[in-house]
């Protein structure tokens, strides 16, 4: 009688840990990556994407937030596009990594940078930032920490970049024939008699 419990206590233990795993899928339905644990989206004024939240360390709100932008260019062309116009709207940026990142059958980049905000103090920020490139869309994740948290941090957002997929883009439907309602043709029968 002990073994049919054990193993209903293992079947609800295994789903549990299923249903903890919380995805992000952006209202769009352009992608989807799994958040870190215990954390949460929330929409923000101004941005396309909800942005996720974590923990608040030291009155600073650990955070991932998503852009996108169309570019013609390749992504060497975009990254070195968007590190001059970094470095023009934040010259304090100390870029700390700037390589590519495997994430399966995606295009993408990673630059880890500090960045200097007044918005907490002027402490430092570690931000960083997954380039991804999805047909000419350029999706830009940046996870935010402070300069001062552990470096498993790193680890965590790269783990959770490599969650991410893409959705087909839909194609755009043709435009409905005109139908023709009985008002419509009685309409054309008297402009032609």
């Excluded at 799994?34 to 030291?58: F, M, Q, R, S």
């Excluded at 630059?111 to 570690?126: K, M, Q």
């Excluded at 552990?150 to 783990?159: C, I, N, V, Y």
């Excluded at 970049?161 to 087909?168: E, L, M, S, Y």
């Amino acid at each position: 009688m002990k073994r049919p419990i054990s193993i209903f206590i293992l079947f609800l233990f295994c789903f549990l840990n299923l249903q903890a795993q919380e995805y992000y899928t952006d209202e769009h339905k352009e992608f989807s990556f799994e958040l870190p644990e215990n954390w949460i989206t929330t929409p923000y004024n101004g941005l396309k994407y909800k942005i996720a939240v974590g923990d608040v360390v030291n009155n600073f709100t650990q955070n991932i937030v998503i852009t996108s932008e169309n570019f013609d260019g390749n992504m060497e062309q975009y990254i070195f596009a968007s590190i001059v116009d970094l470095k023009k709207t934040h010259p304090n940026t100390k870029f700390l990594k700037n390589e590519k990142f495997e994430i399966e059958n995606i295009s993408a980049w990673k630059t880890v940078i500090l960045n200097t905000y007044g918005t907490v103090d002027d402490r430092e920020v570690r931000q960083y930032l997954y380039v991804l490139k999805n047909e000419k869309t350029y999706y830009i994740f940046t996870a935010s920490v402070l300069a001062e948290s552990p470096e498993e941090m790193e680890e965590m957002f790269d783990a959770c970049a490599r969650t991410i997929k893409f959705f087909p883009k839909s194609k755009s439907k043709p435009a409905d024939k005109e139908v023709q309602t009985d008002e419509n043709a009685e309409t054309k029968n008297s402009e032609t008699e």
